[in-house]
Nanobody, 121 residues
Framework: QVQLVETGGGLVQAGGSLRLSCTASGSIFSNNSMGWYRQAPGGQRELVARITSDGRANTADSVKGRFTISRDNAKNTVALQMNSLKPEDTAVYYC???????????????WGQGTQVTVSS
């Protein structure tokens, strides 16, 4: 079993910054990919950014140039630095981790509970 805990959400004015962090705990053989998704009220959950264990990162076009994803493999953590925030960034942000418990097990995705990010205009 894997537990993901997110921190760092809050209320910020447009143009401000927030840093989200997520820590995965449990018995993990391989943490291949971690990422951040978000879901606005009434909307679908969408990918914000993801990063592999070897540091390959991708961000959605809507946040490219403003958000940066990073990870610490030793600590099983992933962070999302969010700069130049806009009201349309308002959403619940979810951490996700794709893990294997041994070399022959399938990759399973685990989700955090989410953290609210609200950007006022």
């Amino acid at each position: 079993q894997v537990q993901l805990v997110e921190t760092g959400g809050g209320l910020v004015q447009a143009g401000g910054s927030l840093r989200l962090s997520c820590t995965a705990s449990g018995s993990i053989f391989s943490n291949n990919s971690m990422g951040w998704y978000r879901q606005a009220p009434g909307g679908q959950r969408e990918l914000v950014a993801r990063i592999t264990s070897d540091g390959r990162a991708n961000t959605a076009d809507s946040v490219k140039g403003r958000f940066t994803i990073s990870r610490d493999n030793a600590k099983n953590t992933v962070a999302l630095q969010m700069n130049s925030l806009k009201p349309e960034d308002t959403a619940v942000y979810y951490c996700a981790s794709d893990v294997r418990f041994d070399e022959k097990s399938p990759i399973l995705r685990y989700w955090g509970q989410g953290t609210q990010v609200t950007v006022s205009s």
